[in-house]
């Protein structure tokens, strides 16, 4: 079972090393708890599937739409975590921009939450991966 650092209503997830899917689904539901959660190490999560096409799809979905009206998608990598997780949140109700405010992400450890204990989601860790296709989503960023 998963070790959990609970304070109080504050959930710390290590991104290191687990698919983005995975980790995405665990935030929002948490988040749809009412539980206020941090994802850390953000440009080391992983995205499965085949390299060229992963590049493909996000660039398309970067460049998408008008310049001043959008849809405006980050490309940094915590930007991009945060969207997907806001892809698994019911966004166009309250309840979900309510949860959606309540999940931050971070690139690195920042300096309020370096004595916090993170938790890792051994579920959805590299290792449980059969094939070798996927790329990090520092990398991907970087190619955006």
Not at 42 to 54: D, F, P, S
């Amino acid at each position: 079972m998963l070790e959990l650092w609970v304070k109080m209503d504050h959930i710390i997830i290590d991104a290191k090393d687990v698919v983005v899917g995975r980790l995405a689904s665990y935030a929002a539901k948490q988040a749809l708890l009412g539980k206020k959660v941090d994802i850390i190490n953000c440009e080391q999560a992983i995205v499965t599937g085949n390299r060229k096409n992963l590049i493909e799809h996000y660039k398309q979905k970067v460049h998408r739409g008008n310049v001043f009206k959008g849809p405006f998608i980050g490309r940094s990598p915590d930007r991009l975590v945060r969207r997907i997780v806001r892809g698994m949140l019911p966004f166009k109700k309250s309840r979900g921009r309510n949860a959606f405010r309540n999940v931050m992400c971070y690139n690195k450890i920042p300096d309020s939450l370096k004595d916090a204990k993170a938790i890792t989601l051994k579920e959805a860790s590299i290792s449980k991966l059969s094939s070798l296709n996927y790329m990090k989503i520092k990398e991907l960023s970087r190619l955006l």
